[in-house]
C-alpha cells in the first residue's frame, strides 16, 4: 500500500519545455488534487477532480492543463513551462473531504 | 472568494502550550482542518472539526466556532519535534482551500 505516488521527485525544465507530473494513489479515494508551495505562499490550489471524469480549476489555473486518467490516476501537464512556474508541487487525494493524504511533492525548477 | 488568515510565526518553549488560530472567509462551508510540514516533508493530517467545539487527539486539539468563522489548534507539552509549520484549510464545496501556514519553533 504506496498511498500517493508522485513521480518525478524533481525535474529542470527550460523556459518552453512541456512536461506533465504523475499521480497515482491506491486507496480508492475519489477525489484528487494538485497543489503548488511557494515560500511564504503555503499550498495554492491548481486544479482538482471531485470524481473519476470530473476536473475543476482551483485558485492558480492559468499555464496547467490536467487530466484525470482514471480512479487511480491524475496528471499535471506544464505546455510551456515559464520560470514563475517553479515550484513544489503536490498530489493529494481523499475518499471524502475530511483529510487529504500528500504525496511527497516533485521540486520542478524553469530555467 | 476564500479567505483564511493565521498568524505567520509563533515560537515558544519545549514544554509550554501554544496555541495557533485561524479565521476564514468562505462560501459552503463544510469543516476545518489542520495540517503539519516539516522541512522538505509533505502535509500530514492533524484534526478535522466539521461541527462547532473541541477535538482532541493526544497532545494537540483543535476548535471551530462556525457563527464566529474561527477555530484553532492547541498544542500541548510542545517538543522540539514540533517545530515544523501548521496550515489550517477549509473546505470550500468539493475543494480544500489552505491557509498562508504559520511557523512554529520550539527552543529548548
Known amino acids: 500500500n504506496a498511498g500517493v505516488t508522485q513521480t518525478p521527485k524533481f525535474q529542470v525544465l527550460k523556459t518552453g519545455q512541456s512536461m506533465t507530473l504523475q499521480c497515482a494513489q491506491d486507496?480508492?479515494?475519489?477525489?484528487m488534487y494538485w497543489y503548488r508551495q511557494d515560500p511564504g505562499m503555503g499550498l495554492r490550489l491548481i486544479y482538482y477532480?471531485?470524481?473519476?471524469?470530473?476536473?475543476d480549476k482551483g485558485e492558480v489555473p492559468n499555464g496547467y492543463n490536467v487530466s484525470r486518467l482514471n480512479k487511480r490516476e491524475f496528471s499535471l501537464r506544464l505546455e510551456s513551462a515559464a520560470p514563475s512556474q517553479t515550484s513544489v508541487y503536490f498530489c493529494?487525494?481523499?475518499?471524502?473531504?475530511?483529510?487529504?493524504?500528500f504525496g511527497s511533492g516533485t521540486q520542478l525548477s524553469v530555467l | 472568494g476564500q479567505s483564511l488568515e493565521q498568524p505567520s510565526e509563533v515560537t515558544a518553549v519545549e514544554g509550554a502550550i501554544v496555541q495557533i488560530n485561524c479565521t476564514y472567509q468562505t462560501s459552503g462551508f463544510y469543516g476545518l482542518s489542520w495540517y503539519q510540514q516539516h522541512d522538505g516533508g509533505a502535509p500530514t493530517f492533524l484534526s478535522y472539526?466539521?461541527?462547532?467545539g473541541l477535538e482532541e487527539t493526544g497532545r494537540f486539539s483543535s476548535f471551530l466556532s462556525r457563527s464566529d468563522s474561527y477555530g484553532y489548534l492547541l498544542l500541548q507539552e510542545l517538543q522540539m519535534k514540533d517545530s515544523a509549520s501548521y496550515f489550517c484549510a477549509v473546505q470550500a464545496g468539493t475543494a480544500l482551500i489552505f491557509g498562508k501556514g504559520t511557523t512554529l519553533s520550539v527552543s529548548s
Open positions: 472539526n466539521g461541527l462547532d
Open positions: 493529494a487525494s481523499t475518499l471524502g473531504r475530511e483529510k487529504l493524504f
Open positions: 486507496m480508492n479515494h475519489n477525489s
Open positions: 477532480s471531485a470524481s473519476e471524469g470530473t476536473t
